[in-house]
């Protein structure tokens, strides 16, 4: 099996270096792991005592967040190593300065794994929600350096609990304590006799957003555009979350304008969604150069960065992405605001999302009719989407506390001196 899985790893990176020759995001991924070895020996001091945290990309970042701050406020003489898969969590994490060092994790090889934790040295490793590297696990767990899963999720149809699971359950036996999401999550485990150093700690992406929430920053043009209307706020969206949200236009009573944050803000993009909306939308790059509002319902936010802000002006969100294999974005950024979502069909792999809309606080629909349907009923029923906006607050809060539990089992391991 090991044999199978060096092979597609290696199939992989073949497929990703052809990419590269004419995709941006392939080209920085190949770029970003040239001579690693030499870039992180020239770029950690020595002497440090480190903490390495590996996510896959931006989402698992801002899971990661919560505790990387909590280890630097109760660890302080240790320096965080964040690593990541992907360059769109490369990216957005160069742009604050919360780890002490960031690179691209190397290809998953014996070798690399092997110079990598030799270079890097850590004394405890993180690896959040879905990340699970069979090198790198077994060179942790050969050095006996403690390794915990946050923010853990598991369901049927991951290979750990498939016939031929062998090598990938090997992989979970090398994890020292697993912080899970969810109950369904302990039983998937407990089913393959993985029953000790497991708790359910919940998601740190609650206390990341609540924390987000608490301390707002005002955006420069979004109280102008809103005025006195309402605010339907779609986030990450894609064109086929595009295309349903131009059917619901004409559903929106005239005092309601809707903002618009796709997931791709290049030129191409930008201009396929004015011309879906008859070239009706405002930039919000225009704004700040400024142009004016007046008269325009349809808000297009050409920047990264605003999203977790922007769902503070809201009143209903739209999350994107899930009218595509991919599944859906953070549904738990407008939550903590209140605001009910409604979402495309590709939920189910996100356990936040599956909890929120069991709760009925989020409207999966699969086409522009039922959208409209669930649209109709939220913006009628006034007092009804009050009191709801009460109680999705009220849940957020109740579900807080991930990174506390987290910490208080490292400290009681005494995994870090």
Same mark, same amino acid.
């Given at each position: 099996?090991?044999?199978?899985?060096?092979?597609?790893?290696?199939?992989?990176?073949?497929?990703?270096?052809?990419?590269?020759?004419?995709? *941006?995001?392939?080209?920085?991924?190949?770029?970003?792991?040239?001579?690693?070895?030499?870039?992180?020996?020239?770029?950690?001091?020595?002497?440090?005592?480190?903490?390495?945290?590996?996510?896959?990309?931006?989402?698992?970042?801002?899971?990661?967040?919560?505790?990387? *701050?909590?280890?630097?406020?109760?660890?302080?003489?240790?320096?965080?190593?964040?690593?990541?898969?992907?360059?769109?969590?490369? *990216?957005?994490?160069?742009?604050?300065?919360?780890?002490?060092?960031?690179?691209?994790?190397?290809?998953?090889?014996?070798?690399?794994?092997?110079?990598?934790?030799?270079?890097?040295?850590?004394?405890?490793?993180?690896f959040i929600k879905y990340e699970f590297w069979y090198h790198y696990l077994s060179h942790l767990n050969a050095k006996q350096i403690p390794v915990i899963l946050v923010s853990g999720a598991f369901r049927q149809g991951q290979p750990f609990f498939k016939w031929y699971g062998g090598l990938f359950r090997?992989?979970?036996?090398?994890?020292?304590?697993?912080?899970?999401?969810?109950?369904?999550?302990?039983?998937?485990?407990?089913?393959?006799?993985?029953?000790?150093?497991?708790?359910?700690?919940?998601?740190?992406?609650?206390?990341?957003?609540?924390?987000?929430?608490?301390?707002?920053?005002?955006?420069?043009?979004?109280?102008?555009?809103?005025?006195?209307?309402?605010?339907?706020?779609?986030?990450?969206?894609?064109?086929?979350? *595009?295309?349903?949200?131009?059917?619901?236009?004409?559903?929106?009573?005239?005092?309601?304008?809707?903002?618009?944050?796709?997931?791709?803000?290049?030129?191409?993009?930008?201009?396929?969604?004015?011309?879906?909306?008859?070239?009706?939308?405002?930039?919000?790059?225009?704004?700040?150069?400024?142009?004016?509002?007046?008269?325009?319902?349809?808000?297009?936010?050409?920047?990264?960065?605003?999203?977790?802000?922007?769902?503070?002006?809201?009143?209903?969100?739209?999350?994107?992405?899930?009218?595509?294999?991919?599944?859906?974005?953070?549904?738990?950024?407008?939550?903590?605001?209140?605001?009910?979502?409604?979402?495309?069909?590709?939920?189910?792999?996100?356990?936040?999302?599956?909890?929120?809309?069991?709760?009925?606080?989020?409207?999966?629909?699969?086409?522009?009719?039922?959208?409209?349907?669930?649209?109709?009923?939220?913006?009628?029923?006034?007092?009804?989407?009050?009191?709801?906006?009460?109680?999705?607050?009220?849940?957020?809060?109740?579900?807080?506390?991930?990174?506390?539990?987290?910490?208080?089992?490292?400290?009681?391991?005494?995994?870090?001196?």
């Amino acid at each position: 099996m090991l044999f199978f899985y060096n092979f597609l790893l290696a199939l992989y990176h073949l497929v990703i270096r052809i990419f590269s020759l004419f995709n *941006e995001k392939a080209k920085r991924w190949i770029d970003g792991r040239k001579n690693w070895q030499q870039h992180i020996g020239n770029t950690l001091q020595k002497g440090e005592r480190r903490i390495w945290i590996h996510c896959s990309s931006l989402g698992e970042f801002e899971q990661a967040r919560p505790v990387i *701050e909590a280890l630097k406020n109760q660890y302080p003489t240790y320096k965080t190593v964040a690593t990541f898969f992907s360059p769109s969590g490369y *990216e957005a994490c160069k742009k604050n300065n919360l780890p002490d060092y960031i690179f691209y994790l190397p290809h998953d090889t014996h070798r690399n794994a092997q110079e990598f934790i030799a270079l890097t040295e850590p004394v405890l490793a993180v690896f959040i929600k879905y990340e699970f590297w069979y090198h790198y696990l077994s060179h942790l767990n050969a050095k006996q350096i403690p390794v915990i899963l946050v923010s853990g999720a598991f369901r049927q149809g991951q290979p750990f609990f498939k016939w031929y699971g062998g090598l990938f359950r090997k992989m979970l036996h090398s994890f020292s304590y697993f912080f899970l999401q969810d109950e369904i999550s302990r039983q998937m485990l407990q089913s393959i006799g993985i029953d000790k150093n497991v708790v359910i700690s919940g998601d740190t992406r609650f206390d990341r957003v609540t924390a987000i929430a608490s301390d707002v920053k005002p955006i420069p043009f979004i109280d102008a555009f809103k005025d006195n209307s309402k605010l339907l706020i779609a986030g990450s969206t894609w064109p086929g979350d *595009e295309a349903i949200l131009r059917d619901c236009l004409s559903s929106l009573p005239d005092d309601w304008k809707l903002v618009i944050a796709p997931h791709e803000i290049d030129d191409a993009h930008i201009r396929k969604i004015r011309q879906l909306f008859d070239n009706q939308p405002v930039l919000y790059s225009e704004l700040l150069g400024g142009s004016n509002a007046n008269g325009k319902r349809i808000l297009i936010i050409d920047n990264i960065g605003m999203l977790s802000r922007l769902f503070a002006y809201g009143d209903i969100a739209f999350i994107g992405g899930g009218f595509q294999k991919g599944g859906i974005h953070n549904t738990l950024e407008p939550a903590v605001f209140g605001l009910p979502v409604i979402m495309g069909p590709v939920y189910h792999k996100f356990v936040e999302a599956k909890r929120l809309v069991q709760q009925g606080f989020a409207f999966p629909v699969n086409d522009a009719t039922e959208a409209i349907s669930v649209l109709d009923r939220l913006i009628n029923d006034n007092n009804s989407r009050k009191e709801l906006n009460r109680s999705i607050r009220t849940f957020m809060q109740q579900n807080t506390g991930a990174t506390s539990t987290i910490m208080d089992r490292i400290r009681a391991e005494k995994w870090l001196n």
